[in-house]
């Protein structure tokens, strides 16, 4: 084995707590205690003043302080009372303790491996920790299939197979395949297989709303003998629910169907409810108690206003609770749960709609990182995936072309969902201990939505270890891109290539460039003004609604000024509207004259 560490960040966890110890003496030149606490994912930190702390302090900062708030991914800031005695950000000497920080970290990837010694323990415990995964390849070609409508009709292409047995063989999998790859004739082949084998006894499939009966026809399609229970969104009226909840406990179904706002209908039994929530609830209180402490230590506990950090975790804790008044109430119909059902097998189509699931972390002020709070349906999945996960033969696939858009908590909310156990196993199950591994939050200069220029802190720019990372990812992920498709398509069909539809005049689309009418000037300076006017605005939620207002004004303005106002006098001469049906004349001609 062998180091694929290609970058330390000053709190990863495969760094012991004796190694932060001995680079804070190597700093101060005294003596210096770490610990790590693995329950609130936090490092405490004891250190004398030595003969070269003054080096790596700044005024109101000293250099214990600065480590311990980097180590515990919190900003460092100074600050200092007023003459009411009040406090107040030193933004001066906070803006120089950042710098200070800055050197630190840097200092720290210097010294962390120029000791021999050091570095091969730091080697070591990496491989053992995070290197220890290999991307398995899988073969599906033997799959035989039985019950599958003859080839001729419908034939299995290469990617699909090894899908197929992919989900056989494992019992979680991310479907992460491109659009138009055959996602639910592969996912429909998974369920039936498992069930002809014994693997599963009834495979559940929650889908949009829109596409029940779509799904339900292509298990047809693909299986004409098979049992399907496609339930709507009337079968989960209250009046229905009993008797639809009892068809699909004592029927012997090959695949149950049903719809994602419905899916939340079926609640799993209480007592492990009561369990999960407990949990959420210790986790959402520390998270309480971590902001209110970083409020009082970056100054902004003293308002009217709560701060914002507190105010967040708070919202968590207020959902949790309401979770579990209701279930000590009773609120809920007495109906059969998910575990009574007799589900073992769950598959989620379009399952980047379930992205928004809860965390915590200490970061504040930082971009790119959601809602902590998340949603109630992806909370009601996450548990019904725990549920599946404590059976000894419970299995669940994700199907999505879009698992991760742009967020570091996107990847580690996919992990949370499919790879719960490789996540404790490595240390990594708070998203503090998973972000200080993988990515870091970094300040850059950013354009605001005014065009201006402005310093914002975000998650995500600059990535470490992502061979770990990604092997992680794939353990539990069958990816599958257009470019693979065409690949095995040729290989398979010598002489062939994949029948994509070409696009006429051989580009992907034709880009028109449209000046904006004085209408429209006019309306997106006014429009402009109110972006600029957004730091005015103190209330952050009512920022945040101001800013989402803006923006749907911009979107509507580009397009016609009258999307705004439909009494506006301009008639948008040479805009977008005109322009496109113009368009569409010239094609429809073109084409009628061709056919005529």
Known sequence: RYSSVTGVQTCALPISAEVYANFLTHLTGAPATVRFSALTNGFAVTAEAGSKSSQWSSE???????????????????TTKDEHGNTQIDREATALAGLKAREIVAEFGDWVFKDGERRQRLVELFNEKFNTRVVRQYSGQHLALPGKVPDAIIKMRRHQMNAVWRGIYERFMLMDHTV?????????????ERRR?????KPMVAVPNHLVEQWAADVYRLYPGAKVLAAGKKDFEAKRRRRLFGKIATGDWDIVIVPHSSFGYIGIAPETEARYLELEMAQAQAAIEDAWQQAQEDGTAGGRRKPFGVKEAERLADKIQARMDRLAEGVRDRLLTFEQLGVDDLTVDEAHEFKNLYYSSNLTGVRGMGDKSGSRKANDLYNKVRVLREQPTGSVTFLTGTPISNSAVE????????AADSLKDMGLEHFDAFRSQFVEHSSAFEPTESGRLKEVTRLGRTWSNMRSLMDLYYQVTDAVSLDDIKQWYAEDNPGKS?????IAGGKDRTLIAIKPTPAQESALTEIMAGF???EDISDPYERNAERLRLMDRARKVSLDVRAVDPRHPSTEAGGKLQQVSENIK???TVRLNELC
């Open 60 to 78: 109101g900062a000293p250099v214990d302080y600065i480590v311990t708030r980097t180590l515990n991914s919190k900003p460092v800031v100074v």
């Open 180 to 192: 138009g790859a055959g996602k639910t004739f592969t996912a429909i082949a998974r369920a039936m």
């Open 197 to 201: 084998m014994g693997l599963s006894r």
């Open 411 to 418: 990847m580690y909310t996919v992990l949370r969902y499919l």
């Open 498 to 502: 994949f029948p994509v539809p070409r």
């Open 532 to 534: 600029d006017g957004l």
């Open 586 to 588: 010239r094609i429809t």
